[in-house]
């Protein structure tokens, strides 16, 4: 898909956007990113763009010599991940698709809809992480038991898509599971 480039303010970079639709509130948010001087080349928009405290979630920008806090919002901990197989997308039919989707629906922790109440007990190592304020680490003991090891919540996701050359890949987004909200 190549992406499609926003209107923006004059002197400012170019929006290059990936979203099929980009909200008219995260649009502002983007727009006076890309009309600050500390953002060099241009401001990429994420399909998962949304409005956002600050910078819009679901944007990726470069700079010189600046770090921008706020462009962390609070997705503190969220990654992703990108696996190719070794066979062709073509070589499953949609049925094959569906019934692997669904039973990755059903393996696969979302949110804390599985762990409700207290959760899960966590690995030695991560029962007491050393936390910068006692605030942080009240919101780590009630979070962390029912979060980790989930996909996370929100605009988090795990997908199934074919590239150009056919092949099949899992790409998944990950949470930071409501800490990197605390943390924000």
Not at 146 to 160: K, P
């Amino acid at each position: 898909m190549m992406p499609r480039i926003l209107e923006v303010p004059p002197g400012a970079v170019p929006l290059l956007a990936w979203a099929r639709a980009v909200p008219a509130a995260a649009l502002r948010q983007l727009q006076q990113l890309a009309a600050q001087p500390y953002v060099v080349e241009h401001v990429a928009v994420m399909p998962d763009v949304h409005l956002a405290s600050g910078v819009a979630v679901g944007t990726v920008f470069a700079t010189e010599h600046h770090v921008v806090p706020g462009a962390l919002g609070n997705d503190l901990g969220c990654g992703v991940s990108a696996h190719r197989f070794a066979f062709p997308a073509a070589s499953l039919s949609r049925a094959d698709l569906e019934q692997l989707l669904s039973q990755l629906a059903r393996v696969i922790p979302v949110g804390d809809a599985v762990h409700r109440g207290k959760g899960l007990p966590l690995p030695p190592g991560l029962e007491s992480p050393a936390l910068s304020t006692h605030r942080l680490t009240q919101a780590w003991e009630r979070l962390a038991p029912r979060h980790l090891g989930t996909l996370g919540g929100g605009n988090h996701f795990l997908e199934l898509d074919r590239d150009g050359a056919g092949d099949l890949w899992l790409l998944i987004h990950t949470g930071s599971r409501g800490v990197g909200g605390a943390v924000g």
